[in-house]
């Protein structure tokens, strides 16, 4: 399990996270929201606890985005499968996720809301993986954006499997970090 905690003057967020079964206990105070992490983490087989408080949904959701995905990028297993894909139907929408968890940020959206889209975004560059979220068909908002927390969430399970193997060509990577 790792934990990571994130204050500023404008928020407060406490994440709890581990590979799991997809237990869940989150408050961010944003129940849509709430509903929505708590989807990806069911789907993703994460165990997630998570309560957040901030002053404004932006920044509630933009650190939120921040902590769990640097607790992700912490329990992505060194010799995870690494890419996956999953595309996902929900009523009216259809959603494609294809993820690489090989440790580089990209993200390529969007999504019609544009707090999910910077929360998508955030979370990837956090998270250290590389995301393609299609937006193939849909028209309600709530659906669309469902479907595509559960296609994180299932892609993001399939590319943490631990195989035993790096897939890289380059091997393990490691960087050295000092301090001034």
Partial sequence: MTTVTRETKETKVRVELSIGRGATQVDTGLK??????????????????????????????????????????????????????????????LVQACLDAGGRFFYEGPLKNRLYEHWMRSFCEHAKVTLHLRVLRGRDSHHVTEAAFKALGLSLRDAMVDTGTVFSMKGTVALEVSEC
């Fill in 32 to 93: 849509f929201f709430d509903h929505m992490l708590s989807t990806f983490a069911r789907y993703a087989g994460l165990d997630l606890k998570l309560h957040a408080r901030g002053d404004l949904t932006h920044h509630v959701m933009e650190d939120v985005a921040i902590t769990l995905g640097t607790a992700v990028q912490r329990v992505i297993p060194a010799t995870a499968a690494r890419f996956a894909e999953r595309t996902l139907p929900m009523d009216d929408a």
